[in-house]
């Protein structure tokens, strides 16, 4: 199975390494959107959309990538990282797989956890969730890998 991981991680370098431990699982290429090769994701069986959350959505670089992409037939997966835990009736990845539906892409999934962040008001206490994403944060994506690997989806 061919798998490309398209990773917008800006701050801390919280996202790469969920991104990095799932591209271990599915032996994928994580790029960051603007190395990313339209034609490689349309070569592509799976591709993952990722990013750190900003205002309560996924990085603007990716979702501007992800509009610009020619419409596919491909399958994805989403996953963000937060600082902010996220609500089950606005989840952070729901924008993002809505545009990739649009474009025609059968989402399987989404995952996300928390990660350390240093937003404005957090930065004045030397940020939250410091030791974020930890080795069950990354169980947890690996585990979320592995279900997309062995096609038996993953649990939005």
Do not use: Y
């Not at 474009?103 to 030397?126: E, H, I, Q």
């Amino acid at each position: 199975m061919k798998v490309v991981i398209v990773c917008a991680s800006v701050s801390h370098g919280n996202t790469r390494r969920v991104a990095d431990t799932m591209a271990r699982v599915l032996d994928a290429q994580a790029v960051r959107p603007g190395e990313a090769d339209p034609a490689q994701l349309a070569g592509a069986d799976l591709v993952g959309f990722g990013s750190g959350v900003f205002h309560g959505r996924l990085h603007p670089g990716l979702s501007e990538f992800v509009k610009s992409l020619p419409p596919s037939r491909g399958q994805a997966f989403v996953f963000a990282t937060s600082g902010l835990p996220e609500l089950p009736p606005t989840p952070f990845t729901r924008s993002l797989v809505r545009l990739l539906e649009s474009k025609g892409f059968a989402v399987n999934g989404s995952f996300s956890c928390r990660a350390f962040d240093t937003w404005a008001p957090f930065r004045l206490v030397g940020g939250i969730n410091k030791q974020r994403p930890n080795a069950a944060d990354l169980a947890a994506a690996r585990a979320f890998a592995e279900r997309l690997r062995d096609g038996k989806g993953a649990v939005s």
